[in-house]
């Protein structure tokens, strides 16, 4: 299963892609950052990032995509940004037809460390780890859209293929 993280922002959306299936080892296929500007106007922006966002599907090709679930910050121009930013991923993925996951940065930082209440450099360091690269991405931006991907192999791809098996099930059980 190849899935590509989005971690969403207006200054910088971050962007990675791996393959790998759950008790596999994950192997890395791109890792990088949409950058605005944050003098530009907010439309301007945000077109830029569906520019790089689809340039990133045309190149990885992913079979789904995870991206950051956004969550209440004391700064609401922050927040704001960042759902605009979401909204701007699952757009482009919907608009595709494929599967889109949300997961909240507690699910991803428990997925990587064992731990909801990690920080970026521990996200990194695993990330570098569970990869076997060489060193850290950076910015963490791209750090932590490879952990959104990596969360979602394990976690997601499971999920989405236990309800298919359950709702295909279900089905059958209910023809005469």
Do not use: Y
Request: net charge positive.
């Amino acid at each position: 299963m190849r899935v590509m993280g989005v971690d969403p922002g207006l200054t910088r959306c971050g962007l990675g892609a791996v393959d790998g299936r759950p008790g596999a080892p994950l192997t890395l296929v791109a890792v990088g950052v949409v950058r605005t500007g944050a003098d530009e106007e907010l439309g301007a922006r945000l077109v830029g990032i569906e520019a790089g966002i689809e340039r990133w599907l045309d190149d990885v090709r992913p079979d789904a995509v995870a991206v950051e679930r956004v969550f209440s910050q004391h700064n609401v121009r922050t927040v704001m940004g960042t759902a605009q930013a979401a909204g701007i991923a699952v757009l482009c993925a919907a608009r595709r037809g494929l599967p889109v996951a949300l997961h909240t940065p507690s699910e991803v930082k428990a997925a990587i460390t064992g731990s909801g209440t990690a920080d970026k450099k521990q996200i990194g360091a695993m990330v570098t780890r569970l990869l076997r690269l060489s060193e850290m991405p950076k910015p963490a931006d791209a750090a932590d859209a490879l952990a959104l991907a990596i969360c979602h192999v394990w976690r997601g791809g499971a999920q989405h293929r236990l309800a298919a098996a359950l709702a295909k099930a279900r089905g059958k059980d209910l023809k005469p």
